[in-house]
């Protein structure tokens, strides 16, 4: 070969050369003559390295085009089944979250400042009627400050009365006696006066007949002047009988003014004045007896004992709470919720409300009330929920209670996809959007009902886009997929 001819040649020559050496006593002489021997033994290695270059290029792509012409084609990493999102009716739920405690909590206490407490008559736990006693406070003071001035009022009744008509019965019919006598006093005077009346015209007409006898001799002239005399008498009788008539008249009606007034009683302002003596007794009265009343603890209304903080021998004051109820036994769970979802909720939706600490127990509720107000700060509303009460000794809630609640709000159109294709990692939700290519795209979703599994979509999806339902767990953002059915 004509590489290896040149590598023998070139043995030769260094043969030659050493020998030449060996010859001048180890002394290497050097001449201009062998000059170009080494040039040529230089341009010989070049060669060398470049052709043998040249076939490492030459091999190295020779097997690279062979390989590319070899490289197999890619394969799905996995069958899936994949469904579009699509709009379905769907029952709306919200979810909240609350505290158990009463519908109408009361606060029971003393209206009495400084009074012992004697005696109490229920525990915590207890269900009571409305008007039922709870606790007796001491009330022996009250009482005797009572009955004191309950003699002051019967006193002072009988003034008033004695002011009203100051005279007895007796007195009365006395006057009535002295009024009728009166009467007839008048009836006789104007008796008399008539008969002085009737013998006055008699004693007229006799004096003028005697006196005209006289004229005819047939009488004496005395007998005459005792007739004019009699006339005279008769007229002053008649006189005196009208003055007694008078006088039995005015009698008469000083009787009768006397009778009026013993009829008719006191002065006005004197009755006036007794009759408001009277009115503040009985005032006085009524405050010691509305105070010896509420000496006894009553219940306000039907209901239950959440608490009772009275104990034997405390002394009640204005501000201190002897009792809690509930009253009708009547609870709610209070929840707040987000203002976007307030909208949602009124009065009369069902709830179901489950025990946070058993999710097995569970009461129908119903929205009672819905808050007008939201909290500025928090941007939550009140939603208050009527909570059945325990009956006939089974279990309910108690007030304090942590409990969860799901309001129906209705049915609703909402976008859906199979509940299986959702997936989670660290908090957050994501499914796999099947690519026209095939491949996949993890997206980021926020759902929000799982009803009949299929869970609602609220951001993060359209209308006809399809996602991973089974395999999704196996997947990568990215990966070539086989939809299978």
């Not at 070139?10 to 000059?35: D, F, I, P, R, Y």
């Not at 941007?379 to 009460?389: C, S, W, Y």
Request: proline share 2%; with cysteine; hydrophobic share 40%.
């Amino acid at each position: 070969m004509e590489v290896k001819s040149t590598i023998n040649e070139t043995e030769s020559l260094n043969g030659g050369q050493s020998k030449t050496a060996a010859a001048s006593g180890g002394v290497e002489v050097h001449s201009n003559a062998n000059q170009p021997f080494f040039r040529r033994k230089n341009v010989i290695v070049l060669s060398v390295v470049a052709v043998i270059a040249c076939a490492s290029v030459v091999a190295f792509n020779h097997f690279h085009s062979g390989q590319e012409a070899h490289a197999p084609v890619a394969e799905p990493v996995i069958t899936v089944t994949a469904e579009k999102v699509s709009a379905r009716d769907i029952a709306g739920k919200i979810e909240v979250n609350g505290t158990i405690w009463a519908w109408d909590p009361l606060t029971i206490g003393s209206e009495v400042n400084g009074l012992r407490v004697e005696s109490i008559l229920v525990d915590d736990g207890d269900k009571v009627k409305r008007g039922q006693v709870l606790a007796r406070l001491n009330s022996s003071v009250l009482n005797a400050q009572l009955a004191e001035e309950r003699a002051k009022l019967a006193a002072q009744k009988a003034t008033l009365k004695r002011t009203i008509q100051p005279n007895r019965p007796e007195d009365l019919l006395s006057l009535q006696a002295a009024h009728m006598q009166a009467e007839s006093a008048v009836a006789e005077a104007e008796t008399m006066l008539t008969k002085a009346k009737a013998n006055l015209v008699n004693a007229q007409h006799n004096s003028q007949r005697y006196r005209g006898l006289v004229a005819e001799g047939a009488v004496s002239e005395q007998e005459a002047d005792q007739k004019d005399t009699e006339a005279k008498t008769s007229e002053a009788e008649m006189h005196n009988a009208a003055q007694k008539v008078r006088t039995a008249k005015f009698q008469r009606e000083q009787a009768k003014q006397r009778l009026v007034m013993g009829q008719q009683g006191g002065r006005k302002e004197d009755v006036d004045i007794s009759h408001a003596t009277v009115a503040q007794m009985q005032a006085n009265v009524q405050r010691l007896e509305a105070l010896v009343a509420q000496t006894v603890i009553r219940a306000p209304a039907d209901g239950l004992i959440m608490r009772r903080d009275a104990h034997l021998g405390d002394i009640t004051a204005m501000n201190k709470t002897l009792f809690q109820m509930v009253r009708d036994n009547r609870l709610e769970l209070r929840a707040q919720v987000a203002e976007i979802d307030l909208h949602q909720i009124h009065e009369g939706q069902k709830v179901a409300v489950t025990d946070s600490t058993n999710s097995s127990f569970s009461v129908e509720g119903v929205v009672r009330e819905v808050s007008p107000m939201i909290d500025q700060d928090m941007r939550l509303g009140t939603v208050r929920i009527d909570v059945p009460g325990a009956k006939n000794g089974e279990r309910g809630f108690k007030p304090g209670n942590f409990a969860h609640g799901t309001i129906d709000i209705g049915t609703k159109r909402a976008l859906t996809v199979p509940a299986s294709a959702v997936l989670s990692r660290d908090n957050k939700s994501f499914v796999y959007v099947v690519n026209a290519d095939n491949t996949v795209a993890l997206r980021d979703v926020k759902t929000g009902e799982r009803i009949g599994g299929y869970a609602e979509v609220l951001t993060g999806l359209a209308d006809g886009e399809t996602v991973v339902v089974r395999g999704a767990g196996f997947l990568k953002n990215g990966d070539l997929v086989r939809v299978g059915q």
